[in-house]
């Protein structure tokens, strides 16, 4: 579970991009935060991740208090986190098996589990036999799916997608939100960082609405369809 307590946030230019935000996030749910340019989606993000500090209030992540956390403990609070980013942030010119085995390696897997793994988390995203492809000769959207299989790659609790489908078309923008469905289904708590509302109308799940830096709404929308495989 996520629990946001009162948090503010003022970077030091003085710009207020969370104001006394208060939020939970329940383990296993499906939750999308929405809001225009400038509504603090990017800062919750980085609140998260530990890359900007909270200027005011507590954040509880599976009931630790992150915000009084070691510097040398943040590189271990992160592993709890799969993250897929818009940019992909994928190596063009390393191919597919080796962009996946560095962040298992970076955690310490053997050479075993990682060649184990990585078939199996490519055949969750759709991309069976790509291993030995190189992510440059690749469409975006497929870039994308190998964005995911990375964030899975060390079975995180959470999957965090920061606007996972902005640098891609609608169609593969539909398969990867079908993708996170899917994710959700098999137990993961998934939070979807987005301001495609078409497709948060589209399916479904629980909603929070940021408007300058604040909660203004927190509704639930029904899924329309099937999580196709």
């Known amino acids: 579970m996520i ?9 030091k230019n003085g710009t ?7 939020l939970k996030i329940n ?26 500090k909270v200027t005011d209030g507590t954040i509880l992540v599976d009931n630790v208090d992150i915000t009084k956390l070691w510097r040398y403990d943040i590189p271990y609070y992160r592993r709890q986190f799969g993250v897929v980013f818009q940019d992909f942030r ?3 010119n390393r191919t597919v098996y080796d962009n996946i085995a560095m962040v298992m390696r970076a955690v310490g897997k053997k050479h075993k589990e990682i060649k184990e793994t990585i078939p199996r988390i490519l055949n969750v995203v759709g991309l069976d036999g790509t291993e030995e492809h190189l992510p440059e000769n690749m469409s975006g959207g497929e870039q994308q799916r190998v964005a995911l299989a990375r964030a899975l790659a060390n079975k995180p609790s959470y999957i965090l997608a920061d606007e996972p489908t902005g640098n ?7 398969e990867i939100m079908r993708m996170l469905r899917r994710i959700h289904q098999s137990g993961k708590t998934v939070i979807v960082v987005t301001h495609e509302k078409h497709l948060v109308e589209e399916f479904g799940g629980r ?3 940021l408007e300058k830096g604040r909660l ?6 029904p899924y329309r369809g099937e999580v196709k495989q």
């Not at 207020?16 to 208060?22: K, M, R, V, Y």
């Not at 203004?216 to 929308?221: C, P, Q, R, Y």
Request: contains cysteine; charged residues 25%.
């Open 27 to 52: 383990t296993g749910e499906i939750c999308f935060i929405v809001g225009e340019s400038g509504a603090g989606k990017s800062t919750l993000v980085k609140l998260l991740l530990m890359e900007e």
């Open 216 to 221: 203004v709404k927190d509704e639930t929308l």
């Open 207 to 209: 909603v929070l609405h």
């Open 90 to 92: 994928l190596f063009g």
């Open 168 to 174: 891609i078309d609608p169609k593969r923008s539909r």
């Open 3 to 11: 629990e946001l307590k009162n948090v503010t946030k003022v970077y």
């Open 16 to 22: 207020t991009a969370i104001s006394n935000l208060n």
